[in-house]
């Protein structure tokens, strides 16, 4: 059974083990202030982590971002690797470790994504449209939420090589493990959206493992992972999720994405506009109601900024976004230090039980973000962004590097 206190106890474990880590690496490779990037050298940039969303309410914790080439940088992108550990006012432990990186001169590919939660969040439902009483899916009314508890274990890893200049082709493995599920709303009165999708479709209610391959197309010439001034980014993922690798049923899915950066100014780089666009997609079979495409699930976690982690969810969902980034003129000595976004995102998702149709409903969010320079040479930013949904609730993320 867990406690508030077993939380407490993970997270400042986890935590120290996160700050110690990244202090011995950061002292290592203290040394050498200039421009040039070192090979094998780790740009760390550190801070504790303070603040709200509303995903999580007020949390605390600490996170590192680093940076280093594996290989010549003339001819090796720089990988990056992200790890924090958080608790929130809301009895949430979390701990995450995400990388993306390259090996020398760019002949291996790989992206992580690695999880533990000791976790709570509300559901909604599925899809875009209107609920079943006839009220905007996205009123966000407190009778509108259905909070579960619930543990997650989750490890993505794909590995691709090189194929042609910026095209990988490659292969992963993935597992999510939702153990101690608790459908806080559901009783013989309220019927609840996880428990009618779970129980029409075959699902344990307290415990789904969802297990599985993936063949992965990848093209990518984005000059920095972290934060992007130029380049293309398009992935696509078909993931099999048989049931002798430990699912609960068979099924596949489809992920499809494409993130590019238009310049506004050629003296300036850091004057830009930026695009991302995902459709996630069930192909076939059922899968568990969490493990269904859903908005914020991203490997990052950065979709929806304006609503709550999960808020929308389906068969299938669609997502886009386009940022205007800009550097913010604070500083005559350090131009770059300083930056701001302006941002709109829209988002429909499928509910094949209730006949909505896939892109059928949108729903919206807009911001605005400022933005601090924590390390030039990998160019790892604390992000800040204010976000309203439809209903003009304000929602608040504090994060590091871009969010896409």
């Known amino acids: 059974m867990r406690t508030r206190n077993l939380k407490k106890a ?100 790989f992206i992580e994504d690695s999880r533990v939660f000791l976790s709570s969040q509300d559901t909604y439902g599925l899809g875009t449209g209107r609920t079943v009483d006839g009220r905007s899916q996205n009123s966000l009314t407190s009778d509108d939420a259905q909070p579960m508890d619930f543990d997650l274990l989750r490890f993505y890893l794909t590995i691709a090589k090189k194929i042609k200049p910026s095209l990988y082709f490659g292969v992963g493995y993935m597992v999510d493990k939702y153990k101690n599920v608790k459908d806080l709303n559901y009783n013989a009165d309220t019927k609840t959206s996880y428990h009618t999708y779970s129980t029409k479709h075959g699902f344990d209610l307290k415990s789904t493992t969802l297990s599985g391959v993936s063949l992965n197309l990848i093209y990518d010439t984005r000059d920095n992972i972290a934060t992007p001034y130029s380049g293309m980014y398009a992935f696509a993922s078909y993931k099999y999720f048989p049931k002798f690798l430990g699912s609960d049923k068979k099924s596949s899915s489809l992920w499809l994405e494409f993130r590019d950066y238009f310049s506004l100014d050629k003296q300036n780089p850091r004057k830009l506009l930026a695009l991302w666009s995902y ?125 896409f």
């Open 10 to 109: 993970i997270a400042v474990l986890s935590l120290s083990m996160v700050v110690m880590t990244s202090s011995i690496v950061a002292k290592e490779h203290s040394n050498n202030d200039n421009n040039t990037i070192i090979p094998y050298k780790f740009y760390n940039s550190i801070f504790p982590v303070i603040g709200s969303n509303p995903t999580y309410g007020k949390f605390y914790g600490a996170a590192v971002s680093s940076g280093v080439t594996l290989g010549d940088p003339s001819t090796t992108k720089m990988s990056t690797v992200s790890a924090s550990a958080a608790w929130t006012s809301k009895n949430q432990t979390m701990y995450l470790i995400k990388s993306i990186g390259y090996t020398e001169n760019n002949d291996w590919m």
């Open 279 to 403: 459709v996630n997609t069930v192909t076939s079979g059922k899968m568990p109601y969490l493990d269904l495409p859903a908005l914020g699930w991203d490997q990052f976690g950065r979709s929806g900024r304006g609503y709550i982690q999960g808020r929308f969810r389906g068969e299938d969902i669609f997502y886009t976004e386009l940022e205007l980034r800009m550097p913010l003129p604070i500083s005559k000595k350090h131009p770059n230090r300083y930056g701001y976004t302006l941002f709109v995102n829209t988002t429909s998702a499928s509910d094949k039980d209730r006949n909505q149709k896939f892109l059928q409903n949108f729903q919206f969010g807009a911001g605005v973000g400022f933005r601090f320079l924590l390390n030039k040479k990998s160019r790892a930013y604390l992000t800040a962004d204010l976000a309203i949904d439809e209903n003009k609730k304000r929602n608040f993320y504090l994060n590091i590097n871009e969010s």
